[in-house]
């Protein structure tokens, strides 16, 4: 059998050539690595935030309509207000309030 020699120039080339690419991902991978994972924890969180503004937004659509909704009711009940014979017809139903000589009899509602 043949005995196989070991170089001990080859085998320091391996280990400086080792260390090196170990001190290089060392120096450029775990900082990009870290770069990229800060990076991807900030675009999670600006969808999450993005989604939130857009349910915010649906949320503030539909009570402006309702607010649009009611002003269109107080605007109809200004009008009326200003005719005074829905003014006495009003406050007869509502409040019971009746002319001289006149009563008023309340019946029950049929429902």
């Not at 969808?47 to 309702?66: C, G, M, Q, T």
């Not at 200003?82 to 019946?107: F, G, H, T």
């Amino acid at each position: 059998m043949k005995s196989v020699k070991t170089n001990s120039k080859t085998h320091g080339y391996k280990q400086s050539k080792f260390k090196k690419k170990t001190l290089r991902i060392l120096l450029f991978g775990v900082p990009s690595l870290i770069v990229m994972i800060y990076f991807f924890t900030y675009a999670f969180n600006m969808s999450l935030e993005i989604v939130s503004k857009y349910d915010e937004k649906e949320e503030l659509e539909h009570d402006l309509n309702d607010l649009k909704e009611k002003e269109q009711e107080l605007s109809t009940d200004v009008l009326k207000l200003q005719d005074p014979e829905y003014v006495a017809r009003y406050l007869r139903e509502k409040y019971y309030y009746s002319k001289n000589n006149e009563y008023i009899i309340k019946l029950p509602n049929k429902n």
